[in-house]
Protein backbone atom coordinates (compact mmCIF):
# COMPACT_ATOMS: atom_id res chain seq x y z
CA UNK A 1 0.00 0.00 0.00
CA UNK A 2 2.66 2.38 0.72
CA UNK A 3 4.47 1.71 -2.91
CA UNK A 4 0.74 3.42 -4.05
CA UNK A 5 1.00 6.24 -6.81
CA UNK A 6 -1.22 8.07 -4.58
CA UNK A 7 1.71 8.03 -1.42
CA UNK A 8 4.56 8.77 -3.27
CA UNK A 9 2.99 11.62 -5.14
CA UNK A 10 2.48 12.87 -1.31
CA UNK A 11 5.85 12.00 -0.10
CA UNK A 12 7.41 13.34 -3.06
CA UNK A 13 5.35 16.59 -2.14
CA UNK A 14 6.88 16.44 1.22
CA UNK A 15 10.10 16.34 0.15
CA UNK A 16 9.78 18.95 -1.99
CA UNK A 17 8.24 20.71 0.55
CA UNK A 18 11.10 20.41 2.99
CA UNK A 19 13.83 21.14 0.53
CA UNK A 20 11.37 24.69 -0.19
CA UNK A 21 11.03 24.74 3.97
CA UNK A 22 14.51 24.71 4.38
CA UNK A 23 15.26 27.07 1.38
CA UNK A 24 13.13 29.54 2.89
CA UNK A 25 14.17 28.90 6.65
CA UNK A 26 17.81 29.61 5.11
CA UNK A 27 17.02 32.92 3.30
CA UNK A 28 14.99 33.85 6.88
CA UNK A 29 17.92 32.71 9.25
CA UNK A 30 20.41 34.76 6.84
CA UNK A 31 18.18 37.90 6.98
CA UNK A 32 17.06 37.68 10.47
CA UNK A 33 20.50 37.51 11.76
CA UNK A 34 22.09 40.06 8.86
CA UNK A 35 19.52 42.64 10.26
CA UNK A 36 19.72 41.80 14.20
CA UNK A 37 23.95 42.44 13.83
CA UNK A 38 23.26 46.08 11.61
CA UNK A 39 21.12 46.86 14.82
CA UNK A 40 23.97 45.68 17.29
CA UNK A 41 26.45 47.58 15.39
CA UNK A 42 24.41 50.60 15.37
CA UNK A 43 23.60 51.06 18.98
CA UNK A 44 27.67 50.11 19.26
CA UNK A 45 28.60 53.21 16.89
CA UNK A 46 25.53 55.48 18.81
CA UNK A 47 26.87 54.47 22.57
CA UNK A 48 30.72 55.79 20.94
CA UNK A 49 29.43 58.72 19.38
CA UNK A 50 27.97 59.41 22.75
CA UNK A 51 31.35 58.79 24.37
CA UNK A 52 33.37 60.80 21.99
CA UNK A 53 31.27 63.77 22.21
CA UNK A 54 31.46 63.39 25.98
CA UNK A 55 35.47 63.30 25.88
CA UNK A 56 35.59 66.20 22.96
CA UNK A 57 33.13 68.19 25.53
CA UNK A 58 33.60 67.33 28.91
CA UNK A 59 37.39 65.93 28.94
CA UNK A 60 38.92 62.36 29.85
CA UNK A 61 37.72 62.51 33.20
CA UNK A 62 33.84 62.81 32.65
CA UNK A 63 34.67 60.61 29.70
CA UNK A 64 36.11 57.51 32.41
CA UNK A 65 32.95 58.21 34.67
CA UNK A 66 30.60 58.19 31.25
CA UNK A 67 32.23 54.48 30.47
CA UNK A 68 31.61 53.28 33.77
CA UNK A 69 27.97 54.67 33.67
CA UNK A 70 27.25 53.02 30.70
CA UNK A 71 29.02 49.66 31.40
CA UNK A 72 26.06 49.59 34.20
CA UNK A 73 22.76 50.42 32.12
CA UNK A 74 19.95 47.31 32.01
CA UNK A 75 19.78 46.91 28.13
CA UNK A 76 17.88 43.74 26.70
CA UNK A 77 21.51 43.00 25.48
CA UNK A 78 24.73 43.03 27.68
CA UNK A 79 26.26 46.53 27.16
CA UNK A 80 30.39 45.82 27.38
CA UNK A 81 32.37 48.75 27.32
CA UNK A 82 36.23 49.64 28.10
CA UNK A 83 38.61 52.29 28.29
CA UNK A 84 42.37 50.94 27.72
CA UNK A 85 45.42 53.67 27.96
CA UNK A 86 47.86 52.97 25.03
CA UNK A 87 49.63 50.36 27.38
CA UNK A 88 47.14 48.74 27.35
CA UNK A 89 45.88 49.08 30.75
CA UNK A 90 42.18 48.98 31.57
CA UNK A 91 41.17 52.89 33.64
CA UNK A 92 37.14 52.07 33.40
CA UNK A 93 34.00 50.04 32.20
CA UNK A 94 33.24 46.26 32.46
CA UNK A 95 36.21 44.04 33.36
CA UNK A 96 37.20 40.99 31.22
CA UNK A 97 36.77 42.93 28.09
CA UNK A 98 39.80 42.34 26.43
CA UNK A 99 42.09 45.13 24.78
CA UNK A 100 41.54 45.03 20.78
CA UNK A 101 43.19 46.71 18.05
CA UNK A 102 40.94 49.28 16.25
CA UNK A 103 38.03 47.89 13.89
CA UNK A 104 35.06 45.18 14.25
CA UNK A 105 35.75 41.80 16.28
CA UNK A 106 33.42 39.28 17.39
CA UNK A 107 35.07 37.40 20.65
CA UNK A 108 34.28 35.99 23.84
CA UNK A 109 35.23 37.43 27.17
CA UNK A 110 34.71 36.50 31.04
CA UNK A 111 31.79 39.44 31.81
CA UNK A 112 30.68 39.17 35.47
CA UNK A 113 27.32 37.23 34.97
CA UNK A 114 29.72 34.38 32.76
CA UNK A 115 30.98 33.68 29.56
CA UNK A 116 29.27 35.92 27.05
CA UNK A 117 30.10 36.13 23.05
CA UNK A 118 29.82 39.77 22.13
CA UNK A 119 30.39 41.92 19.09
CA UNK A 120 33.18 45.00 19.46
CA UNK A 121 34.70 47.88 18.20
CA UNK A 122 37.75 49.59 18.93
CA UNK A 123 38.67 53.43 18.13
CA UNK A 124 40.89 55.52 19.26
CA UNK A 125 40.41 58.56 21.08
CA UNK A 126 43.41 60.85 21.56
CA UNK A 127 45.74 59.21 23.82
CA UNK A 128 43.32 56.58 24.51
CA UNK A 129 41.44 53.26 23.55
CA UNK A 130 37.59 52.63 23.65
CA UNK A 131 36.45 49.35 23.00
CA UNK A 132 32.51 48.76 23.06
CA UNK A 133 30.03 46.08 22.53
CA UNK A 134 27.06 44.36 23.17
CA UNK A 135 26.55 40.46 23.89
CA UNK A 136 24.99 38.20 21.32
CA UNK A 137 22.50 37.01 23.80
CA UNK A 138 19.05 37.85 21.90
CA UNK A 139 20.36 37.49 18.54
CA UNK A 140 21.49 33.82 19.47
CA UNK A 141 17.81 33.58 21.20
CA UNK A 142 15.99 34.72 18.00
CA UNK A 143 18.44 32.73 16.07
CA UNK A 144 17.53 29.21 18.26
CA UNK A 145 13.73 30.11 17.84
CA UNK A 146 13.41 30.58 14.40
CA UNK A 147 15.08 27.41 13.94
CA UNK A 148 13.17 25.40 16.24
CA UNK A 149 9.54 27.29 14.91
CA UNK A 150 11.04 26.22 11.46
CA UNK A 151 11.61 22.91 12.68
CA UNK A 152 8.39 22.24 14.36
CA UNK A 153 5.95 23.78 11.85
CA UNK A 154 7.94 21.59 9.10
CA UNK A 155 7.68 18.39 10.86
CA UNK A 156 4.03 18.99 11.68
CA UNK A 157 2.56 19.91 8.24
CA UNK A 158 5.32 16.73 6.85
CA UNK A 159 3.74 14.50 9.44
CA UNK A 160 0.13 16.14 7.75
CA UNK A 161 1.13 15.50 4.49
CA UNK A 162 1.87 12.11 5.03
CA UNK A 163 -1.09 10.93 6.85
CA UNK A 164 -3.34 12.17 4.55
CA UNK A 165 -1.51 10.39 2.00
CA UNK A 166 -1.15 7.25 3.36
CA UNK A 167 -5.52 7.69 3.43
CA UNK A 168 -5.58 8.72 -0.12
CA UNK A 169 -3.30 5.60 -0.81
CA UNK A 170 -5.09 3.37 1.00
CA UNK A 171 -8.53 4.36 -0.40
CA UNK A 172 -7.20 4.19 -4.20
CA UNK A 173 -5.43 1.13 -3.11
CA UNK A 174 -8.94 -0.72 -2.32
CA UNK A 175 -10.15 0.60 -4.98
CA UNK A 176 -7.51 -0.65 -7.81
CA UNK A 177 -8.07 -4.28 -6.20
CA UNK A 178 -11.65 -3.59 -6.78
CA UNK A 179 -11.14 -2.82 -10.04
CA UNK A 180 -8.36 -5.88 -10.47
CA UNK A 181 -11.04 -8.38 -9.29
CA UNK A 182 -13.90 -6.77 -11.52
CA UNK A 183 -11.36 -7.24 -14.31
CA UNK A 184 -10.70 -10.58 -13.72
CA UNK A 185 -14.06 -11.50 -13.54
CA UNK A 186 -14.39 -10.02 -17.20
CA UNK A 187 -11.43 -12.31 -18.33
CA UNK A 188 -13.17 -15.30 -16.90
CA UNK A 189 -16.17 -14.49 -19.47
CA UNK A 190 -18.77 -13.07 -16.58
CA UNK A 191 -18.81 -10.11 -19.37
CA UNK A 192 -21.85 -7.99 -17.14
CA UNK A 193 -19.16 -7.69 -14.76
CA UNK A 194 -18.96 -3.81 -14.30
CA UNK A 195 -15.65 -1.74 -12.20
CA UNK A 196 -17.10 -0.13 -9.08
CA UNK A 197 -17.56 3.83 -9.03
CA UNK A 198 -18.08 5.90 -5.98
CA UNK A 199 -19.75 9.15 -5.25
CA UNK A 200 -15.83 10.49 -4.97
CA UNK A 201 -15.69 11.88 -8.48
CA UNK A 202 -12.11 11.33 -8.25
CA UNK A 203 -9.75 10.33 -11.20
CA UNK A 204 -10.33 6.66 -10.67
CA UNK A 205 -13.52 6.88 -10.67
CA UNK A 206 -13.73 8.74 -13.62
CA UNK A 207 -11.46 6.20 -15.45
CA UNK A 208 -13.65 3.34 -13.77
CA UNK A 209 -16.59 5.24 -15.96
CA UNK A 210 -14.66 5.16 -18.90
CA UNK A 211 -13.66 1.69 -18.79
CA UNK A 212 -16.82 0.48 -17.97
CA UNK A 213 -18.28 2.43 -21.00
CA UNK A 214 -15.51 0.04 -23.11
CA UNK A 215 -16.77 -2.86 -21.25
CA UNK A 216 -20.40 -2.64 -22.02
CA UNK A 217 -18.84 -2.12 -25.82
CA UNK A 218 -17.02 -5.20 -25.73
CA UNK A 219 -19.80 -6.79 -24.33
CA UNK A 220 -22.11 -6.09 -27.05
CA UNK A 221 -19.27 -6.65 -29.64
CA UNK A 222 -18.82 -10.59 -27.97
CA UNK A 223 -22.35 -10.68 -27.77
CA UNK A 224 -23.11 -9.45 -31.71
CA UNK A 225 -20.08 -12.00 -32.24
CA UNK A 226 -21.66 -14.61 -30.47
CA UNK A 227 -24.90 -14.32 -32.67
CA UNK A 228 -22.90 -13.79 -35.56
CA UNK A 229 -21.14 -17.19 -34.87
CA UNK A 230 -24.33 -19.04 -34.54
CA UNK A 231 -26.05 -17.83 -37.64
CA UNK A 232 -23.15 -18.73 -39.79
CA UNK A 233 -22.73 -21.73 -38.09
CA UNK A 234 -26.71 -22.22 -39.20
CA UNK A 235 -26.28 -20.53 -42.88
CA UNK A 236 -23.59 -22.97 -43.74
CA UNK A 237 -25.14 -25.77 -42.12
CA UNK A 238 -28.27 -25.89 -44.55
CA UNK A 239 -26.38 -25.41 -47.53
CA UNK A 240 -23.69 -27.86 -46.75
CA UNK A 241 -26.34 -30.52 -45.66
CA UNK A 242 -27.79 -30.15 -48.93
CA UNK A 243 -24.83 -30.42 -50.98
CA UNK A 244 -24.18 -33.69 -49.07
CA UNK A 245 -27.57 -34.57 -49.90
CA UNK A 246 -27.01 -33.06 -53.53
CA UNK A 247 -24.11 -35.39 -53.80
CA UNK A 248 -25.43 -38.40 -52.21
CA UNK A 249 -28.86 -38.39 -54.28
CA UNK A 250 -26.81 -37.75 -57.67
CA UNK A 251 -24.01 -41.30 -56.81
CA UNK A 252 -27.65 -43.57 -56.12
CA UNK A 253 -28.23 -41.86 -59.58
CA UNK A 254 -25.36 -42.64 -61.24
CA UNK A 255 -25.97 -46.62 -59.37
CA UNK A 256 -29.21 -46.65 -60.80
CA UNK A 257 -27.96 -45.50 -64.34
CA UNK A 258 -30.19 -42.19 -63.92
CA UNK A 259 -28.65 -38.86 -64.93
CA UNK A 260 -26.87 -37.00 -62.28
CA UNK A 261 -26.76 -33.78 -63.52
CA UNK A 262 -29.68 -32.21 -61.66
CA UNK A 263 -28.68 -33.42 -58.54
CA UNK A 264 -24.99 -32.22 -59.23
CA UNK A 265 -26.31 -28.49 -60.42
CA UNK A 266 -28.30 -28.24 -57.74
CA UNK A 267 -25.61 -29.17 -55.31
CA UNK A 268 -22.77 -26.87 -57.28
CA UNK A 269 -26.05 -23.82 -56.80
CA UNK A 270 -25.46 -24.79 -52.92
CA UNK A 271 -21.78 -25.17 -53.05
CA UNK A 272 -21.69 -21.13 -54.94
CA UNK A 273 -24.58 -19.90 -52.01
CA UNK A 274 -22.05 -21.10 -49.78
CA UNK A 275 -18.96 -19.73 -51.38
CA UNK A 276 -20.58 -16.17 -51.78
CA UNK A 277 -21.21 -16.72 -47.71
CA UNK A 278 -17.69 -17.15 -47.18
CA UNK A 279 -16.22 -14.45 -49.53
CA UNK A 280 -18.12 -12.22 -47.87
CA UNK A 281 -17.16 -13.06 -44.22
CA UNK A 282 -13.99 -12.51 -45.16
CA UNK A 283 -14.54 -9.17 -46.73
CA UNK A 284 -16.27 -8.20 -43.58
CA UNK A 285 -12.72 -9.56 -41.36
CA UNK A 286 -10.48 -7.63 -43.93
CA UNK A 287 -12.63 -4.73 -43.66
CA UNK A 288 -12.48 -4.59 -39.74
CA UNK A 289 -8.93 -5.78 -39.51
CA UNK A 290 -8.04 -2.73 -41.57
CA UNK A 291 -6.26 -0.07 -40.63
CA UNK A 292 -8.16 3.15 -40.88
CA UNK A 293 -6.66 5.76 -42.77
CA UNK A 294 -4.83 3.41 -44.97
CA UNK A 295 -4.83 3.76 -48.67
CA UNK A 296 -7.33 6.76 -48.30
CA UNK A 297 -7.97 9.43 -50.87
CA UNK A 298 -10.64 11.41 -52.85
CA UNK A 299 -13.52 9.43 -54.27
CA UNK A 300 -15.45 10.98 -57.19
CA UNK A 301 -18.50 9.55 -56.58
CA UNK A 302 -19.96 9.96 -59.91
CA UNK A 303 -18.13 7.70 -61.65
CA UNK A 304 -18.86 4.90 -59.41
CA UNK A 305 -22.91 5.89 -59.53
CA UNK A 306 -22.40 5.54 -63.24
CA UNK A 307 -20.12 2.07 -62.98
CA UNK A 308 -23.27 0.74 -60.64
CA UNK A 309 -26.42 1.96 -62.60
CA UNK A 310 -24.54 0.32 -65.61
CA UNK A 311 -24.58 -3.13 -63.66
CA UNK A 312 -27.22 -3.16 -61.54
CA UNK A 313 -29.42 -0.96 -64.00
CA UNK A 314 -30.63 -4.27 -66.40
CA UNK A 315 -30.99 -6.34 -63.31
CA UNK A 316 -33.49 -4.37 -61.69
CA UNK A 317 -35.14 -3.65 -64.79
CA UNK A 318 -35.46 -7.90 -64.58
CA UNK A 319 -37.26 -7.34 -61.35
CA UNK A 320 -39.41 -4.70 -62.73
CA UNK A 321 -37.89 -1.80 -61.05
CA UNK A 322 -36.39 1.30 -62.40
CA UNK A 323 -32.51 2.52 -61.09
CA UNK A 324 -32.28 6.37 -61.45
CA UNK A 325 -29.22 7.85 -60.28
CA UNK A 326 -28.14 11.60 -60.06
CA UNK A 327 -24.75 13.46 -61.38
CA UNK A 328 -22.84 14.52 -58.64
CA UNK A 329 -19.70 16.35 -57.93
CA UNK A 330 -19.11 15.12 -54.17
CA UNK A 331 -15.88 13.34 -53.31
CA UNK A 332 -15.96 11.77 -49.72
CA UNK A 333 -12.05 10.47 -48.60
CA UNK A 334 -11.97 6.89 -48.15
CA UNK A 335 -10.44 3.80 -49.89
CA UNK A 336 -12.07 3.83 -53.34
CA UNK A 337 -12.82 -0.10 -53.56
CA UNK A 338 -14.46 -0.47 -50.31
CA UNK A 339 -16.70 2.58 -51.37
CA UNK A 340 -17.36 1.05 -54.30
CA UNK A 341 -18.81 -1.69 -52.60
CA UNK A 342 -20.68 -0.33 -50.38
CA UNK A 343 -22.39 1.60 -53.06
CA UNK A 344 -23.18 -1.86 -54.79
CA UNK A 345 -24.09 -3.50 -51.86
CA UNK A 346 -26.84 -0.71 -50.66
CA UNK A 347 -28.16 -0.79 -54.19
CA UNK A 348 -28.11 -4.60 -54.87
CA UNK A 349 -30.30 -4.60 -51.49
CA UNK A 350 -32.86 -2.83 -52.72
CA UNK A 351 -32.54 -4.19 -56.05
CA UNK A 352 -33.16 -7.86 -53.55
CA UNK A 353 -36.10 -6.33 -51.04
CA UNK A 354 -37.93 -3.21 -52.40
CA UNK A 355 -40.41 -5.60 -54.96
CA UNK A 356 -41.58 -4.85 -58.35
CA UNK A 357 -42.34 -1.52 -59.77
CA UNK A 358 -40.46 0.15 -57.09
CA UNK A 359 -38.37 2.98 -57.94
CA UNK A 360 -34.36 3.33 -56.62
CA UNK A 361 -32.73 6.44 -56.57
CA UNK A 362 -28.83 7.02 -56.26
CA UNK A 363 -27.41 10.41 -54.88
CA UNK A 364 -25.10 12.18 -52.86
CA UNK A 365 -24.83 15.55 -51.61
CA UNK A 366 -21.85 17.85 -49.93
CA UNK A 367 -22.82 20.07 -47.23
CA UNK A 368 -21.17 23.96 -46.11
CA UNK A 369 -19.04 22.06 -43.70
CA UNK A 370 -17.66 19.31 -46.61
CA UNK A 371 -18.86 16.16 -45.39
CA UNK A 372 -20.53 13.97 -47.89
CA UNK A 373 -24.05 12.08 -47.48
CA UNK A 374 -24.58 9.29 -49.68
CA UNK A 375 -28.44 8.37 -49.92
CA UNK A 376 -29.80 4.96 -52.00
CA UNK A 377 -33.50 5.36 -51.26
CA UNK A 378 -36.37 2.95 -52.30
CA UNK A 379 -40.11 3.26 -52.86
CA UNK A 380 -40.56 -0.48 -52.30
CA UNK A 381 -42.16 -2.60 -49.43
CA UNK A 382 -39.78 -0.56 -46.31
CA UNK A 383 -38.71 -1.76 -43.02
CA UNK A 384 -40.80 -2.50 -40.29
CA UNK A 385 -38.56 -0.50 -37.18
CA UNK A 386 -38.20 -3.04 -35.09
CA UNK A 387 -36.28 -4.45 -37.62
CA UNK A 388 -34.21 -1.10 -38.43
CA UNK A 389 -32.51 -1.77 -34.99
CA UNK A 390 -31.09 -5.56 -36.03
CA UNK A 391 -30.77 -4.90 -39.90
CA UNK A 392 -26.68 -4.38 -39.60
CA UNK A 393 -26.29 -7.51 -37.69
CA UNK A 394 -24.87 -10.19 -39.86
CA UNK A 395 -27.25 -13.27 -41.26
CA UNK A 396 -30.35 -11.23 -39.75
CA UNK A 397 -33.00 -11.59 -41.97
CA UNK A 398 -36.31 -9.99 -41.18
CA UNK A 399 -40.03 -11.34 -41.74
CA UNK A 400 -40.24 -9.87 -44.90
CA UNK A 401 -37.00 -10.67 -46.12
CA UNK A 402 -37.43 -14.83 -45.68
CA UNK A 403 -38.93 -15.14 -48.40
CA UNK A 404 -36.00 -13.12 -50.80
CA UNK A 405 -32.80 -14.50 -52.09
CA UNK A 406 -29.92 -13.36 -50.05
CA UNK A 407 -26.90 -13.65 -46.98
CA UNK A 408 -28.04 -11.32 -44.31
CA UNK A 409 -24.59 -9.94 -44.54
CA UNK A 410 -25.01 -7.25 -47.33
CA UNK A 411 -25.69 -4.07 -44.82
CA UNK A 412 -22.93 -6.06 -42.09
CA UNK A 413 -20.65 -5.12 -44.58
CA UNK A 414 -22.29 -1.78 -45.02
CA UNK A 415 -22.20 -0.72 -41.69
CA UNK A 416 -18.12 -2.38 -41.58
CA UNK A 417 -17.15 -0.04 -44.32
CA UNK A 418 -18.73 2.90 -42.79
CA UNK A 419 -17.28 2.42 -39.62
CA UNK A 420 -14.03 2.22 -41.40
CA UNK A 421 -14.35 5.49 -42.67
CA UNK A 422 -15.67 6.57 -39.89
CA UNK A 423 -19.27 7.09 -41.57
CA UNK A 424 -22.50 6.77 -40.13
CA UNK A 425 -25.81 4.66 -41.39
CA UNK A 426 -29.16 5.63 -40.91
CA UNK A 427 -31.94 3.86 -42.19
CA UNK A 428 -35.31 5.61 -42.40
CA UNK A 429 -39.02 5.35 -43.59
CA UNK A 430 -39.46 7.22 -47.55
CA UNK A 431 -43.09 6.76 -46.98
CA UNK A 432 -42.99 4.46 -49.03
CA UNK A 433 -39.80 2.54 -49.19
CA UNK A 434 -36.94 2.60 -47.29
CA UNK A 435 -34.12 5.64 -46.75
CA UNK A 436 -30.51 4.49 -46.55
CA UNK A 437 -27.93 7.53 -45.53
CA UNK A 438 -24.20 7.54 -45.35
CA UNK A 439 -22.70 10.25 -43.76
CA UNK A 440 -18.96 10.40 -44.43
CA UNK A 441 -16.96 13.10 -42.18
CA UNK A 442 -15.21 15.87 -43.82
CA UNK A 443 -12.28 15.70 -44.95
Known amino acids: MLSGAAFRAVFLSAVLFLVVLISVGALAYTYVRGEMLAQTRALIVEDEALLIEVFRLEGPEAFAEMVAGLAALPRPSYTAVALYDMSGQRLAGTPGIPDLAAGWHRVEFASPAGPKTALFHAVPIGSLRLVSGQTLDVMQTAETTLVRALGTAGFVIVLAMLTIGYGVSAGSFRKLEAMEATLDRVGAGEMAARLPVSDQNDQID ?18 RKDRSVSA ?7 PLSRVTLGLDQARRQVDRGADPLPAL ?47 YGPLAEDEG ?19 AQLVANLVQNAITHAGPGARIALSAETNPAGAVTLTVADTGKGMPPDDRDRAFEAFFRGDQSRSTEGTGLGLALVRAIAQHHGAEVTLEDNAPGLRVSVQFPHG
Open 206 to 223: RIARRMNGHLARLSDLVA
Open 232 to 238: IAHDLRT
Open 265 to 311: DAALEDLTRLSSIIGTILRIARVEAAEPGLNFAAVPLGPIFQEIAET
Open 321 to 339: QQLDWQATAATPRGDPGMI
